[in-house]
């Protein structure tokens, strides 16, 4: 059973669409972030969010944490061919403590 | 930025064999690592916490003598898989937390390392 999951779980779109990843819970998260992976490499880190209710800017990439600290969004403005890739949640549920992974979101940006 | 190393970035092995896989952080100290596997087309899965100096914490279901973890220095911990079998043929990821974190990084970042692809024959 996955302690994050993530939907959708493929996404295909058209360069210059918006889409929207969502991450959610029934657990309270001390900190959440977002990753992006690119196949045959590790995860990078996009974001960090640690308040309810945060809202946090990346260029294109919008994050939020919701506000009870279960659940986070990822909103891609404009999707670029570049945006391709695996993305990930992963929530801590202690400070500074190890970091459990959703189910991933497969975006695939079509130029 | 941090850079975390692993080696090697690909093996093949015969079943029965073990196989040890090193995690190196390579410009900060690390007292904890973590080591996670991935499935095709699948999210990471937790194994385990390395600490160094002593023991690691292994996620539920994950066998610690099947999955040996050696975290003696700051830079290194190594995973070794032990009498290996093609159910064990996954992508394993290291990452490093830094000890002592710079302005601009957080205590809790965690650095992956470009991870360890094992076929097991």
């Known amino acids: 059973t996955q302690l994050l999951e993530q939907s959708p779980q493929f996404l295909s779109i058209q360069e210059g669409e918006n889409l929207t990843v969502y991450c959610n819970s029934s657990?309270?998260?001390?900190?959440l972030q977002w990753y992006r992976q690119e196949p045959g490499e590790g995860p990078v880190l996009l974001v960090t969010v640690v308040t309810g209710g945060e809202v946090k800017k990346l260029k294109r990439l919008t994050f939020q944490f919701g506000d009870a600290r279960k659940d986070s969004s990822l909103h891609i403005t404009a999707a670029q061919p570049g945006d391709t890739g695996l993305y990930l949640c992963a929530g801590a549920r202690d400070n500074f403590n190890k970091f459990y992974f959703g189910s991933g979101t497969k975006l695939n940006v079509k130029p | 930025g941090a850079v975390v190393s692993q080696h090697p970035s690909r093996v093949i092995c015969k079943s029965g064999t073990s196989v040890k896989i090193e995690c190196r952080s390579l410009d900060f100290q690390a007292t904890t690592m973590f080591w996670y596997r991935q499935f095709p087309k699948q999210s990471l899965m937790l194994m385990a916490t390395?600490?160094?100096?002593?023991?690691?914490?292994?996620e539920q279901g994950v066998e610690k003598d099947k999955f040996l973890i050696n975290h003696a220095s700051l830079t290194l911990s190594t995973l070794t898989v032990t009498s290996a079998h093609p159910e064990d043929s996954s992508f394993y990821i290291c990452?490093?937390?830094?000890?002592?974190?710079?302005?601009?990084?957080?205590?809790?970042?965690?650095?992956f390392g470009p991870g360890t692809r094992l076929t097991v024959l």
């Open positions: 990452s490093a937390r830094d000890q002592l974190p710079t302005s601009g990084r957080a205590l809790n970042e965690q650095f």
């Open positions: 390395s600490n160094e100096g002593s023991k690691a914490t292994y």
């Open positions: 657990s309270v998260f001390s900190s």
